[in-house]
């Protein structure tokens, strides 16, 4: 199985970013579908989960950025609105599975300019 991400780019402060993650084939047994980030010299950290009981943000982007899949499961997403600078950062889909562990994909560079 492979997830790949698509929808980084360049945006200025304040614009919007749509990521999206599709996933190979279908992933049986997910337990929950994240987006986390990764800015230079710093950790990985979550932005945003979904399971089958709802969503959790980082506080640092709750009311800006929005987590959905589809029904089907094989495709992820990331709204990103009122982007900042500080949300700079490579973004990374993972799957979490009961069965097989879980996936990465390759990231997606997101750069906000001031």
């Known amino acids: 199985v492979q997830l790949v991400e698509s929808g980084g780019g360049l945006v200025q402060a304040g614009g919007s970013l749509r990521l999206s993650c599709a996933a190979s084939?279908?992933?049986?047994?997910?337990?929950?579908t994240g987006w986390y980030r990764q800015a230079p010299g710093k950790p990985r950290e979550l932005v945003a989960r979904?399971?089958?009981?709802?969503?959790n943000y980082a506080d640092s982007v709750k009311g800006r950025f929005t987590i959905s899949r589809d029904n089907a499961k094989t495709t992820a997403y990331l709204q990103m609105n009122s982007l900042k600078p500080e949300d700079t950062a490579v973004y990374y889909c993972?799957?979490?599975?009961?069965?097989?562990?879980?996936?990465w994909g390759q990231g997606t560079q997101v750069t906000v300019s001031s």
């Open positions: 979904i399971t089958s009981d709802g969503t």
């Open positions: 084939e279908t992933i049986f047994g997910i337990i929950a």
């Open positions: 993972n799957v979490d599975t009961k069965w097989t562990g879980d996936y």
